[in-house]
């Protein structure tokens, strides 16, 4: 792979998020709290889950954010959902999508029409335990350093170039409950920060590599 990130619609003033989520939300608290503290200098333009008892639908909606859902049950296909929700996030003007704790593979249309502007978080050191219930794979596997990950998001799950990470310890007495929580609080550091830096622009992809000028 190879590129920069894409002129956006509306040019490099568009700073218009879409935020995909299918349940709690916290992530997307944390985006909206660094927007209103000015550590992020971001709108969201909408936020789109695909289930409709999302808790983060609320978090939303007191935030005076515009809210959509698209039900996947109710497509026929994986790609009659991902056209849908790609019209709506064009429809809305939306420069980066950033997936956040959204629990549906994208297909490869859906991530052509947003080229290098896909962002996802993973509770991971990437490459190691991708998929599901990371924390508890990490835990289970005994790794003694584990963390989060923010990258771009390619046709390939849990794959891209990586453009935060943040290392969390695997204590003595760690349940999988007690290190997923001290990764949470990783995760709501480095994504607004991956996302500040996507947005500023001023990066290539070389290889695998987000590379930053420095
Ligand atoms: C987060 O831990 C996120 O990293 C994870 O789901 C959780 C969503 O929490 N995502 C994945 O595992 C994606 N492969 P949130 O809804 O409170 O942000």
Redesign the pocket.
Known sequence: MSGQGSEPTGGRGNRRLGVL??????????IIDAIAERRLDAEIAVVISNRRDAA?LDRARRAGIGTAVFSHASYESREAFDAAVAVELKRRGVRLVC?????RLLGDSFVAAFPNAIL????SLLPAF??????RQAWEHGVRVTG?TVHIVTPEL?DGPIVRQAAVPVLPADTPESL?AR??VE?HRIYPEAIQAVLDGGWRIDGRRFVEAS
């Open positions: 989520i299918s349940g709690r939300g916290s992530n997307l608290q944390a983060g997936l956040a704790g959204f629990m996802n978080i993973h509770p991708v998929g599901l219930d990371a924390q989060a849990d997923a990764i949470l995760e």
